[in-house]
């Protein structure tokens, strides 16, 4: 008798764990697919696997033209050297930007943290379509050495990822990262 007890018992929990599981999955899911907490692709949610290339998403179609450009052809360049540019994340609209801004504060702790990482949407070079997040690390450390062919700069020494165009940089060299976005005076606005 305890032995049927026993494997009931251990059954119901098998139950409840499985249907735990798909609530959760279907929580997690819900939220991928509207993109972040209700803003999706068309605020500039980047799905996994863009590349520069991906003309049918906002996030790739909204960065400044001359910026698309660049990473273009160095993304083809690096495609010769068996390099992938993936656009984690581009243009944003000020919706995203603010959503993106309060999660930062959320998890630093502070405004004067979050904003180490985190610009707000009245200064975010993202929503004027004027940086993109380039990965993998891949990608990213080919373009911190040959990006300034390009004009294509890593601005900020807390940020590998984060790229803006600098056309004179293909001339005299990428300017002086910033530590991160507090020091930069363009985030002062």
């Not at 660049?70 to 994340?89: C, I, M, P, T």
């Amino acid at each position: 008798m305890v032995a049927i007890v026993v494997a009931i018992v251990a059954a119901l929990v098998v139950l409840v764990v499985a249907l735990a599981g798909v609530v959760v999955h279907g929580a997690v899911t819900s939220l991928t697919a509207s993109g972040h907490g209700g803003l999706g692709e068309a605020d500039g949610a980047v799905p996994d696997g863009v590349t520069v290339f991906d003309d049918e998403l906002p996030a790739v179609v909204n960065l400044d033209p001359d910026l698309l450009g660049a990473l273009r052809r160095a993304a083809d360049e690096a495609a010769g050297d068996g390099v992938e540019f993936l656009v984690n994340s581009g243009w944003r609209s000020p919706a995203y930007q603010e959503r993106l801004r309060r999660e930062a504060v959320a998890r630093y702790g502070s405004e004067k943290e979050a904003a180490r990482w985190v610009a707000s949407p009245g200064t975010s070079l993202h929503v004027s379509g004027d940086a993109v997040d380039i990965g993998p690390s891949e990608a990213a450390g080919w373009l911190s050495r040959r990006g300034a062919a390009y004009g294509l700069c890593q601005i900020y020494r807390n940020e590998p990822w984060h790229y803006e165009l600098r056309p004179e940089a293909a001339a005299d060299g990428c300017p002086r990262k910033y530590a991160d976005p507090t020091r930069d005076p363009r985030m002062r606005r």
